[in-house]
Each structure stands twice: as structure tokens, then as C-alpha cells.
């Protein structure tokens, strides 16, 4: 092959390229360096960001879903309760003395342990102070 062939072929570098990474490779990479910190540092927030949101999304979906959970329970009780309600005022209307008596003291019992609980929830809640002053 001749000499001029393989210069079009393969053409060399020139010489002041060379000689300038080689002269000052430090002073060409404190702007690139700087920048490249610049943008991890950008990278970095971007990325606790997302964090916080992906956080932020799974918190939101276990509520959801304890939410959810939460409204089948009271689903369920409510229609318990109707069972039994429907259930004790077909006992009521049978004429049944002793239901009767039965019905009422079930009424009874549980507006005593209701109006129970309620005192201790709304007693609990409003004594801010030490006890025993």
C-alpha cells in the first residue's frame, strides 16, 4: 500500500490537540468537574423528591386500604345489627311476655354501657391536668 493511501485512510491527529491535553489536563477539567457535581446535585434532589412521592403513594394506598377494610367492617355490623333488630321486634310482636322483658332489658343494658363508655371517652379527653390537683 503507499503512503498517501493509508494518510487518506487513517489520518493522524494533529499535533496542538495533543500537546493541549497533555499541557493542561487539570485546568481543562475543573469546569467539566464542576459541572458535573452541579448536576448530581440536581440528580440527587430530583431523586428524594420522587422518593418522598413514591412514599407519599404507598402511605396513601395502605389507607386506602385500611379505609376500605374498615367500611366492609361496618358493612357487616350493619347488617348484623338490622338481622337482629328485625329479629327482635318479630319476638316483640309475638306477644310474648317474657320476649317483651327480654327486649327491654337489652335496650336498657346497652344504653347504660353506652352512656358508660361515652362518660369515660369524654372524661379522658377533657382532664388536661396531674391527677390529685
Not at 21 to 30: D, F, I, M
Not at 109 to 115: E, K, N, P
Given at each position: ?14 499535533p ?63 347488617t ?11 319476638m ?17 343494658g ?23 390537683t
Amino acid at each position: 500500500m503507499s503512503e498517501s493511501y493509508e494518510r487518506e485512510r487513517f489520518p493522524t491527529v494533529p499535533p496542538f490537540s495533543l500537546s493541549l491535553t497533555l499541557r493542561s489536563p487539570h485546568k481543562a477539567n475543573v469546569p467539566l468537574r464542576r459541572q458535573n457535581n452541579s448536576r448530581l446535585d440536581e440528580l440527587s434532589s430530583k431523586v428524594s423528591a420522587l422518593r418522598g412521592v413514591t412514599v407519599d403513594i404507598y402511605d396513601n394506598a395502605r389507607s386506602q386500604d385500611v379505609l376500605d377494610n374498615t367500611n366492609e367492617v361496618f358493612s357487616s355490623m350493619t347488617t348484623s345489627i338490622k338481622g337482629s333488630a328485625g329479629r327482635l321486634g318479630r319476638m316483640a310482636q309475638s306477644g310474648n311476655k317474657v320476649a317483651i322483658l327480654k327486649l327491654a332489658g337489652m335496650i336498657t343494658g346497652a344504653v347504660v354501657v353506652l352512656w358508660w363508655v361515652l362518660g369515660w371517652v369524654f372524661r379522658r379527653k377533657g382532664g388536661g391536668g396531674v391527677e390529685g390537683t
